[in-house]
């Protein structure tokens, strides 16, 4: 199928959409929970760290279903994790 991309363009939109649904995931409630966000690099894994004082279980789980296509696309695990201040 040609939608008038080439493979370079396909691959550059790939990105940024997986980036944007991750990043959409993380206000899947609409409540804007997230506090402060943290995202590390080590060991070929990308943590992504939420802060906030609101449970954030709809967004974790958003935001791992969503991150499964940033795997595929950059080949990079990620791992989500919730740190709660209270």
């Known amino acids: 199928m040609d939608n008038g991309l080439r493979r370079a363009e396909r ?3 790939a990105k940024l959409a997986s980036l944007l649904r991750m990043a959409d995931a993380l ?3 609409r409540r804007q ?3 402060q966000l943290r995202v ?3 060991g070929g894994r990308l943590g992504i760290t939420v802060t906030s ?3 954030v279980d709809l967004e974790r789980w958003s935001f ?3 991150s ?3 795997e595929s696309v950059f080949g990079i695990p ?3 994790k919730w740190r709660n201040v209270q």
Do not use: E, G
Request: glycine share 0%; net charge neutral; hydrophobic share 40%.
């Open 64 to 66: 791992t279903s969503r």
């Open 78 to 80: 990620v791992d989500f």
């Open 27 to 29: 206000d899947a409630s």
């Open 33 to 35: 929970k997230v506090q």
């Open 11 to 13: 691959v550059a939109a």
């Open 40 to 42: 590390s690099l080590r």
């Open 68 to 70: 499964q296509f940033f």
């Open 53 to 55: 004082q609101d449970n």
